[in-house]
């Protein structure tokens, strides 16, 4: 397994825009996790699966942004009508169904909104 | 939810420096403790992680021991190098809550 894998790395675009970018996990791991990070801050968090199940949204994730994991397997986060506040980098984090279980980080998709 | 208070940065030493970035954190139940680094432009790597109270994590030099009196888990290396300029993030993971929660890093540079 090559870890966690974030398309595309880079995404441009102008604003009103829709765009989407795709997570796929650690093969084994069942828990999947959407952060985001702007300049110079931590990642906060933004949602959570458990397999195909989104079970907490942070209220950050404002009604433009859906994310889904149809098979329990890759995720995707699309982000409607992009403002340039959106702009940061999405990190998405995978880890096994355990208590001290790692977690595992991609290396995350650049979105900026021009 | 859980939280965590970091060292404010950034951190500038010369090579070879002893280094400590301190960590606190608030949770509910009983967390795993991370230390996560990255360097620009990527994702974060995980360093070192303990996972019960007194538990030291280690890797690379690099150690942290779970302190639960203090809430604390603050990271050491005797020796830096300036290959380890990059910012680090402690966090709480588990527990009450499933995500990693973080603060701001720690900007750390090291002087050749």
Not at chain 2, 19 to 30: E, Q
Not at chain 2, 83 to 105: I, K, N
Request: hydrophobic share 30%.
């Amino acid at each position: 397994d090559t870890g966690v894998s974030q398309d595309p790395r880079h995404k441009i675009t102008k604003r009103g825009q829709n765009v989407t970018f795709r997570c796929d996990p650690i093969s084994e791991h069942n828990r999947l996790y959407w952060y985001r990070q702007t300049l110079g801050q931590g990642p906060e968090f933004l949602t959570y699966f458990q397999n195909e199940a989104q079970l907490e949204k942070s209220r950050l994730l404002s009604d433009r942004f859906s994310a889904e994991r149809p098979k329990g397997s890759f995720s995707t986060l699309e982000i409607q009508r992009t403002e340039q506040g959106d702009s940061a980098m999405y990190l998405c984090a995978s880890s096994a169904d355990s208590p001290s279980g790692d977690y595992t980080f991609g290396s995350g998709t650049r979105l900026t909104v021009v | 939810g859980n939280s965590v208070t970091q060292m404010e940065g950034p951190v500038t030493l010369s090579e070879e420096a002893f280094l400590t970035i301190n960590c606190t954190y608030t949770a509910t139940g009983y967390p795993s403790l991370f230390w996560y680094v990255q360097y620009p432009g990527e994702g974060l790597q995980l360093l070192l992680k303990a996972t019960k109270a007194d538990d030291k994590g280690s890797n690379k030099g690099f150690e942290a021991t779970y302190r639960k009196e203090t809430t604390s888990f603050h990271l050491e290396k005797g020796s830096v190098q300036v290959s380890d300029s990059a910012v680090y993030f402690c966090s709480p993971g588990g527990g009450s809550a499933r995500q990693l929660t973080f603060g701001s890093g720690t900007q750390l540079t090291v002087l050749p």
